[in-house]
C-alpha cells in the first residue's frame, strides 16, 4: 500500500521554463514534506520542505505547495535548467515516525 | 558543510563473505539512519540509532548487523547475504531522531553473488 504517490514517473521541460513535479498522499496525520533530488549514483540531496500548518515554502527558484484537503503536494522548480535533470522523490512523516518517500520523477530538462 | 560520506562506493562479496559499510557525518548531528534502495524504488528505513543506541529495526533480517561505535560513525556489518540484497545502501544523519531533515551519503551499491 503506497502511502505517497509520485503518479508521473518522468517529465521534460524545456530550459528555462517551469517545472511541476506532483505527489500525492493518503495519511491526513502526516505533518511534515520534503523534497529531495537524486543523480545517478549519488545519495538523495535535499532540496526543500514545508510543514502542514503551511501552504506554500519558496527557496530561490524551488517552491513547494502544500494543498492539505487535497492531499497533494507539488514542486515548482523556475527556471528550470539542464542541470536539475535528476530523479526527484517526495517524502512524506508521519506525526511520529519515519519518513516514507514516493516512488520518484525522473525531470528531464532540454537545453 | 551537511556532508555524509560512505564507503565503499562499490562492494561485490559473495553469499559466504563478510563484510562491513562505513558512514561517517561530522555535522554534530545525533540521529544516524540505514537505507536500502532497490532500482526504480524509493529508499526504505532499515535502522535508526539515536544518540549511539539503537533506537528502530524495521524487522531487518539478522544477517545485517549494524553498530555505532560513536556519535559520527555508522557502521552496518553484513554476514551471509543473499543475492536479492543487492542494492543502494544510503546513510543518513540527522540533528534528531525523525524530526528534522535527513541529510543523506552518497549510498554503497551492494552486489551479491
Redesign the interface.
Known sequence: DQQ?KQNSPSLSVQEGRISILNCDYTNSMFDYF?W?KKYP??????LI?ISSIKDKNEDGRFTVFLNKSAKHLSLHIVPSQPGDSAVY?CAA?PE????I????TRLKVLA | DTEVTQTPKHLVMGMTNKKSLKCEQHMGHRAMYWYKQKAKKPPELMFVYSYEKLSINESVPSRFSPECPNSSLLNLHLHALQPEDSALYLCASSSRQLQETQYFGPGTRLLVL
Open positions: 505517497v520534503l529531495y549514483a549519488e545519495g538523495p540531496t535535499f520542505s522523490f512523516r511520529t515516525y519515519k519518513y518517500f514516493g516512488t520518484g
